[in-house]
Nanobody, 126 residues
Framework: QVQLVESGGGLVQAGGSLRLSCALS????????MAWFRQAPGKEREFVAR????????IYADSVKGRFTISRDNAKNTVYLQMNSLKAEDTAVYYC???????????????????WGQGTQVTVSS
């Protein structure tokens, strides 16, 4: 059974930091590109960041560039999202996702990804 399990969400003050983790099982982790999306109430699911199978190709949404860092540890079957300088507008449920595809052309679209985690809530207060 394929499982993606996020952790690390919580409540943080604006300007603070959180580190999200997503552990994958049931798949050969190194064969999948991984991504983070987020969804705030009343809004569509939004792309945040993506990392390739080897970790060598990374893209970010403009809204998080310079503040968030995606990384992966293939030995631990885990992808991370380090979030610094958090803003109130970062408040959302954050989801990790996995895809066997390698192209970057559509990698910011949700339908690029075949497997999804359950989400973890991030709330940024001022």
């Amino acid at each position: 059974q394929v499982q993606l399990v996020e952790s690390g969400g919580g409540l943080v003050q604006a300007g603070g930091s959180l580190r999200l983790s997503c552990a994958l099982s049931g798949l050969t982790f190194s064969s999948y590109s991984m991504a983070w999306f987020r969804q705030a109430p009343g809004k569509e699911r939004e792309f945040v960041a993506r990392i390739s199978q080897s970790g060598g190709r990374i893209i970010y949404a403009d809204s998080v560039k310079g503040r968030f860092t995606i990384s992966r540890d293939n030995a631990k079957n885990t992808v991370y999202l380090q979030m610094n300088s958090l803003k109130a507008e970062d408040t959302a449920v954050y989801y990790c996702a996995a895809s066997p595809r390698t192209s970057l052309f559509t990698s910011a679209q949700a339908n690029y990804y075949d497997y999804w985690g359950q989400g973890t809530q991030v709330t940024v207060s001022s």
